[in-house]
């Protein structure tokens, strides 16, 4: 059986005061360091945290000015596009101006000529009928 005597009282003071000891020397400083690794984890990671929150933000802030970008920029090539097609359209127009214009020149020209012609022949014919009726009966007439 168990005895009770002094030194069961003796092991439990000494326990007691290994106890004390360690809390004192071991535990306590190894709890503290513990805590402080734990704290500073926990800044890190809401550190990291601010990061990937700030690196998502300025990424969805890039996606969007890239996309306002390219709306941008194919609002300006229509732009440009409607542009051209009607200075083509003027250009068109223009040309078709002038060669019409250049056609009615020409050709109130090659009348004038034509008109020209008719009258001459118109006044030589009478002379070349002679000529040819004094050649056929080869007489003079």
């Known amino acids: 059986m168990i005895d009770i ?5 003796l092991q439990i003071i000494l326990t007691l005061a290994l106890i004390f000891v360690l809390n004192k020397i071991l535990y306590k400083p ?3 360091f513990l805590e402080e690794r734990e704290s500073r984890m926990g800044a890190i990671r809401s550190e990291a945290e601010k990061f990937e929150r700030n690196a998502q933000q ?4 890039y996606e969007q000015k890239l996309a306002e970008a390219r709306r941008k ?3 300006q090539r229509e732009a ?3 542009e051209a097609r009607q200075l083509e359209a003027k250009l068109l127009e223009e ?4 060669a019409s214009a250049r056609k009615q020149e020409l050709m109130a020209e090659l009348t004038a ?3 020209a012609a008719k ?3 118109l006044s030589k014919a009478e002379a070349f009928g002679l000529e040819i009726a004094q050649k056929i009966l080869g007489r003079a007439l």
């Open 73 to 75: 920029g194919q609002a």
């Open 119 to 121: 009258k001459d022949l």
């Open 30 to 32: 190894i709890r503290r």
């Open 113 to 115: 000529q034509i008109e």
């Open 80 to 82: 440009l596009k409607e």
């Open 95 to 98: 040309s078709t101006k002038e």
């Open 58 to 61: 300025l990424l969805e802030n």
């Open 5 to 9: 005597d002094v030194s069961l009282f």
